[in-house]
């Protein structure tokens, strides 16, 4: 799998312990849980989180960024199976 670049795409997918971490072109989402255990798994689980934040932090302030983004479009289809 490539190196998740924050911010790059619509269709990455990173998952650290319980979490998914989906990539966007304007925002990333994180979801679910995560145990930081006190054992070599939580450390390994820990140094990801902190490797995913850090870039997102580097992504941020290299850019000009508003102060808040707009809300999602919202697009309602049609029901094909009506």
């Known amino acids: 799998m490539s190196k998740f670049v924050p911010y790059k795409n619509e269709s990455d997918v990173l998952h650290i312990g319980g979490l998914t971490v989906e990539n966007r072109l304007d925002r990333i989402t994180i979801a679910g849980d995560i145990d930081l255990t006190a054992d070599q798994a939580g450390l390994k689980d820990a ?26 479009a919202n697009t309602i289809v049609a029901n094909p199976f009506e």
């Open 47 to 72: 140094r990801a989180l902190a490797q995913l934040l850090a870039d997102v932090v580097a992504r941020l302030e290299a850019q000009t960024l508003p102060d808040h983004l707009p809300p999602a």
